[in-house]
């Protein structure tokens, strides 16, 4: 879905590429349950509910102008298998049903914190982390060797087009690293 068909503000965005990514990393399929966490303006949340048939998305969201973005697009796109829960992970967690996916965009400095909760909900659960800052891809990558969790990393840097007298452009957007780790194995993978 193109970044500008969302109500923004002033929330930061999953851009439009590295969503996608996110995305097909996060292997949804009909009957998921998704959590977003850190939502921002829900980019996530909505494309993955009108992606996948069946999926429930809540969209973990702490900051009150967020939270008002999200509810504003997710009745924008009529995705009403998204909800958004206005709250701090991972003690929003609570009342939630069990998910079978998490997408990590924002957590507060809390990263290892919300990781744990999430998985004593469910060990098996798929989850992708996105993080800009080296700081944060230092504190991912020590949570995983303590665990000894093999995880997928990518790092991912896009640039976008702008026209300027006359010619185009190109503005490199922020490099984004894009972690995945757990989930069910692939009915299509080889047996040994």
Same mark, same amino acid.
Do not use: C
């Given at each position: 879905?193109?970044?500008?068909?969302f109500i923004?503000?002033?929330?930061?965005?999953t851009?439009?590429e590295?969503?996608?990514?996110?995305l097909s990393?996060?292997?949804?399929?009909?009957g998921a $349950?998704?959590?977003?966490?850190? %939502?921002?303006t829900g980019?996530?949340s909505i494309?993955a509910? #009108?992606?996948?048939?069946?999926c !429930?998305?809540?969209a973990?969201e702490r900051?009150p102008?967020?939270?008002?973005l999200?509810s504003r697009?997710r009745?924008?796109?009529?995705?009403?298998?998204v909800?958004v829960v206005?709250?701090t992970?991972?003690e929003?967690?609570a009342?939630l049903?069990?998910p079978?996916h998490a997408f990590?965009?924002?957590?507060?400095?809390?990263?290892g914190?919300?990781?744990?909760?999430?998985?004593?909900k469910n060990p098996a659960?798929? $989850?992708v982390?996105?993080v800009? %800052?080296?700081e944060?891809?230092?504190?991912?990558?020590?949570? #995983?060797?303590?665990?000894?969790? !093999?995880?997928?990393?990518s790092?991912v840097?896009t640039a976008r087009g702008r026209?300027a007298?006359g010619?185009?452009l190109?503005e490199?957007?922020n490099?984004v690293?894009?972690?995945?780790?757990?989930?069910?194995?692939?009915?299509?993978?080889?047996?040994?």
């Open positions: 879905m193109r970044d500008e068909w923004r503000g002033r929330v930061p965005m851009k439009s590295v969503r996608a990514i996110s990393r996060l292997e949804l399929k009909p $349950v998704l959590y977003d966490v850190g %939502a921002g980019s996530v494309e509910a #009108l992606s996948i048939p069946g !429930q998305v809540f973990v900051k102008e967020a939270a008002e999200i697009n009745e924008k796109f009529h995705a009403g298998n909800t206005e709250g992970a991972p929003a967690f009342s049903p069990i079978t990590l965009g924002g957590t507060a400095g809390r990263m914190e919300i990781l744990d909760r999430l998985l004593e659960l798929r $989850v982390i996105n800009i %800052a080296l944060s891809l230092a504190e991912i990558t020590a949570w #995983l060797n303590r665990r000894s969790i !093999q995880a997928e990393i790092s840097q026209l007298a010619y185009h190109m490199g957007q490099p690293y894009i972690l995945s780790f757990g989930g069910e194995e692939s009915p299509w993978a080889e047996e040994s």
